[in-house]
């Protein structure tokens, strides 16, 4: 299984940002495989001139909520392993 970083992976093509304003950086992939909340999100149509490459999702969950996801849906180590 290939490890992924991740805390700001370089090829993130998404930025959801929790209550509070903290942003991270996912993978799209990542995020619609573990919640079919972000599957439908990401499989509506968007304009040829839409958003931005990295798209800021806003999430109503606090940072901490937000990155314990992130922590367990990403494969590989974890911080809280080592």
């Known amino acids: 299984m290939v490890a992924?970083?991740?805390?700001?992976?370089?090829?993130?093509?998404?930025?959801?940002?929790?209550?509070?304003?903290?942003?991270?950086?996912?993978?799209?992939?990542?995020?619609?495989?573990?919640s079919p909340v972000f599957r439908d999100m990401f499989s509506v149509p968007q304009p040829p001139d839409g958003p931005p490459k990295t798209p800021i999702i806003d999430v109503d969950d606090p940072p901490d909520a937000l990155e314990t996801f992130l922590q367990i849906i990403y494969p590989g180590p974890y911080p809280f392993h080592q």
């Open 4 to 34: 992924f970083q991740w805390q700001n992976p370089p090829d993130a093509d998404t930025t959801p940002r929790a209550s509070g304003g903290k942003q991270f950086h996912a993978h799209k992939l990542v995020l619609s495989l573990a």
